[in-house]
């Protein structure tokens, strides 16, 4: 894997139950288990899908007109079983305008073919979700503990 490959966040304990995530380039967001205010890690998940996929497709459409409203729902249900928890049934769902004349009935045009080309193939987020890509955990730094 190459350097250029690579994705890192970096997460640290804020408090009980808050944390902050740091990426490469020195952003950070804050988020908790639900308790307080801020999203849960779930609801991130849920967020790096809708943004993944509404990134794609407003490059895609707003090439021929700034969209006059754009909203992406992702919605997905908890399930708590013999496997563990996770989620199921998730969907993503555009709520997509466009102004009036020609350059909105092209963007309209082209919609459901970005959606589904995100989808599909461009997507970062969604393909590993539907390609099941393993995620290993391992212990470092515990020096101090007995």
């Known amino acids: 894997m190459t350097d250029d490959a690579l994705r890192s966040v970096t997460v640290g304990r804020a408090g009980p139950g808050r944390f902050t ?10 988020f908790g288990t639900g308790s307080g205010a801020g999203f849960t890690p779930v609801e991130l998940f849920l967020a790096a899908i809708g943004g993944c996929t509404a990134a794609d497709v407003d490059v895609a459409t707003s090439r021929h007109t700034e969209p006059t409203s754009f909203s992406v729902t992702v919605t997905g249900d908890k399930v708590e079983d013999g496997s563990g928890n996770r989620l199921s049934d998730l969907a993503v769902t555009f ?7 020609a350059s909105g009935d092209r963007a309209r045009a082209i919609l459901p073919r970005a959606v589904k080309t995100s989808h599909d193939r461009l997507c970062t987020v969604s393909r590993t979700v539907e390609a099941g890509t393993p995620v290993s955990a391992t212990v470092t730094g515990t020096e101090g503990d007995a």
């Open 21 to 30: 995530a740091t990426n490469s380039r020195g952003d950070s967001l804050s």
């Open 95 to 101: 709520s997509v305008t466009f102004p009036e004349g």
